[in-house]
């Protein structure tokens, strides 16, 4: 008799292998989050128990002392003398130029340290303090921050990205991974010594909330994003092209629009009530927020005006009134593409590719750009990273290369070697191909990626063992930035483009 097939049951057969430090499918998705995020915790605690900026080098110190100082400020003064210069307020001793909401958090701050070590914010007796305890202290409001701010909006945005209809669900937890530990962010808030994760968290929360289509909440957190860092506004186009286009995609659209329109100068009136109600104290913090005449450049960042200054110098053959029109023209051009293709087909994956594209125009052409602010468009790049993970990876390593001399500097090479080492460990696990993660085809062109990536290997040895000719004192650090500015040109390039591609799916099929 012969034998009767069997249909095979799908929903019965097992799961395909996976070799990731976390299981796909068998382990609660909670229990799988909190021991990613216990361990992302694990890794900056150990970075911040390296030196930080400044560490020990007078007279002005670093972004420590900064940070310590407009603790300091903050704690001692009324809100109006804190972007005004006085007597106890030098503002050419670090003065406070990040909005308001960035001084209120550093006054909360300042009272957790004052509790604890009154002596390390007194005003003007405490300039340059330096101990051990105070260390500590400075350390964990940044632990603090990280998990009041930047961790939720992570676990918020996976969320959002599940409930989507463009994401890997059963790569998740890999991309919660990719999010809390790049190395970008950990070395230079947990390291170097900043809050960057307020500010990107607040923009991870406002992305997540527009992804369920929580408007309203989308925009009060972004504007909050950017009354703590003025550099959020790298983000201000695709935030604006894609809010737009979707109010033109519905009913009552100016409707939508002025809804939309209030709660954001409400949001910033809130923030800025004490300075609302003169136009002279609005003007001086204005004014300490767009410091042109630092110059267009400051150190060596790879970005447009800096590397290109090798070959044309900018700041002798201009004056900043010129620079500045040059600069916001070759701004808005760069981001003019990416803007119009959110408003006129908005789509959810196309906003983070948006966002990675209108960051990556104000890294590369705007005024006064620092190479710290290449975490702006290293965070929507991690949203990403399901879709592009050689973009992403590519990305990371290369915007913590365009650091290198900075992290040289604070003297956290050790912290820069283990936490990139990290990384890689978790992205290249073995069998990737199992876990859902797409495969980028930007790796059929291997020379392409081979040639900058053994440049990079060699200008990591050549920095710390060869002494650059007395003519030539910083040719290394220049070499390193036109290598990672030549990257960036074209991540940009390829993003937009991506971008534009998805522009198809307006003609018939769902919002990505």
Known sequence: MAKRKTKSNPSLSPPPPSHFPWPL????????????????????????????????????????????????????????????????????????????????????????????????VALRSSRGFESHASKLLMRWTVLLSDLAVFFPAALY????????????????????????????????DHGHFQYNCISLGLTLGAVAAILLNNDVVGSILFTLAMNHKQMSLYYAPAFFGHLLGKCFKRNYSILHVMKLGFVVLATFAFVWWPYIHSTEALFEVVFRLAPFERGIYED????????????????????????????????????????????????????LYALMNSSFS?????????????????????????????LYSWLTYYSLFSMYPLICRDKLLLQYIASLGLFLLVFY??????????????????????VPLLGSVVL????????????????????MMLLSFSQFVFF?????????????????????
Not at 460 to 479: G, I, Q, R
């Open 157 to 188: 945005f996976l969320w959002a990205y599940s409930q989507s209809n463009f994401g890997e669900k059963r790569a998740i937890m890999w991309l919660l991974a990719m999010i809390l530990l790049n190395p970008c962010l950990v070395l230079i």
């Open 429 to 450: 696990s073995p069998d990737r191909a199992h876990s859902g993660v797409n495969r980028s085809r930007l790796y059929y062109k291997k020379l392409i990626w081979f």
């Open 460 to 479: 990591h040895a050549v920095y710390l063992l060869v002494k650059p000719p007395e003519k030539y004192p910083y040719l290394f650090e220049a070499l």
């Open 300 to 351: 060596y960042v790879a970005n447009f005006w800096c590397s290109t200054s090798v070959f044309i110098k900018w700041k002798r053959l201009f004056t900043v009134e010129p620079l500045k029109l040059m600069s916001l023209s070759l701004t808005v051009l760069t981001f003019l593409p990416s803007l119009v293709q959110q408003v006129k087909y908005p789509s959810n994956l196309g906003f």
């Open 492 to 512: 940009t390039l390829y993003s937009n483009i991506k971008q534009w591609k998805m522009s198809w799916y307006a003609s018939g099929k769902k919002d990505l």
């Open 362 to 390: 104000f890294f590369l052409f705007s005024f006064q750009v620092h190479e710290k602010s290449i975490l702006l468009p290293v965070l929507p790049a991690s949203l990403l990273a399901l879709q592009e993970p050689q």
């Open 25 to 120: 499918s068998s382990s609660p998705p909670l229990a799988t989050a909190a021991t990613i995020c216990l361990f992302s915790l694990l890794v900056r605690v150990m970075v911040s128990l390296g030196p930080y900026s400044g560490q020990g080098v007078p007279p002005k110190f670093g972004d420590y002392e900064a940070q310590r100082h407009w603790m300091e400020i903050t704690l001692h003064l009324p809100p109006s003398d804190w972007y005004r210069n006085s007597s106890h307020n030098d503002l050419l001793y670090w003065g406070l130029d990040y909005p308001p909401l960035s001084a209120y958090q550093s006054r909360v701050h300042g009272l957790i340290l004052n509790a604890s070590l009154p002596e390390s």
